[in-house]
């Protein structure tokens, strides 16, 4: 499979690192994760990452904690996942840097575009961890930030379900999947892609958009390849 893609940004949500354990970090599937990356790059990919923090936290589900120290942990759970994922590709021999919004120079270099670009060119893996490093943005917004920084083609954002639907399909087995859509469609049908502001940021950059199931084995490379699985937003 020939990659249609030279510079992509991977959006790994927290509850797919969780696996079925739903919390926390399950090993055999960040493990798993980390050989899709490193497909990836081996196939002369420039990969960036941001993942989520689900898998610890979920802040806005708060309703006693200030949304602005809710927010500032759930940056803290990001910043533990892009640890736990940068161990998991360096056993895999896969050169891996961690960037994070917020300072903590003894575990990550502090985010910098022009480091970033400069690690992808050299073939590196970049793990964006902290979020934007501010309040009220969640992390689906970090990655078309850090897309559009970076100026990858694509955003592939790698779920614990395989595509876009009208509705949740645990809930609803009516709801309808979603193969294709524009941006425009994702904000008028309100779809949980990803939030309103991350998805007009987007659209405003002409950033790709290709939802599909961690789990599905070759998923990944699929994508990166084009291949119509999951959802395309474009």
């Not at 990452?49 to 602005?68: D, Q, T």
């Not at 002409?206 to 084995?217: D, Q, R, T, Y």
């Amino acid at each position: 499979m020939k990659p249609k893609y030279k510079r992509v940004l991977i959006k790994v949500s927290g509850e797919a690192m969780a696996g079925d354990q739903k919390f926390g970090i399950n090993e055999d599937m960040t493990a798993e994760t980390a050989r899709m990356l490193k497909e990836v790059v081996d196939a002369g990919v420039q990969v960036a990452v941001v993942v989520g923090g689900g898998n610890f936290w979920r802040g806005r589900s708060s309703e006693k904690m200030n949304r602005a120290s809710a927010d500032y942990i759930g940056m803290m759970a990001t910043i533990m996942n892009a640890l736990a994922l940068q161990e998991a590709l360096e056993a895999e021999g896969v050169s891996t840097v961690v960037q994070t919004a917020i300072q903590m120079p003894q575990l990550a270099e502090v985010y910098n575009r022009r480091r970033a670009l400069f690690h992808l060119a050299k073939g590196r893996i970049v793990i964006f961890g902290g979020g934007t490093g501010s309040p009220f943005f969640s992390t689906d917004t970090t990655a078309s930030l850090r897309a559009a920084e970076v100026e990858a083609e694509v955003i592939l954002m790698a779920k614990n379900i395989d595509a876009v639907y009208s509705d949740d399909p645990k809930k609803n087995p009516d709801a309808i999947k979603y193969t294709h859509l524009t941006h425009a469609e994702v904000l008028e049908k309100d779809l949980k892609v990803m939030d309103a502001t991350a998805a007009a940021m987007c659209r405003d950059n002409s950033i790709a958009i290709h939802v599909f199931g961690l789990a599905e084995e070759g998923g990944m490379m699929k994508a990166i390849c084009g291949e119509e699985i999951g959802t395309i937003v474009e």
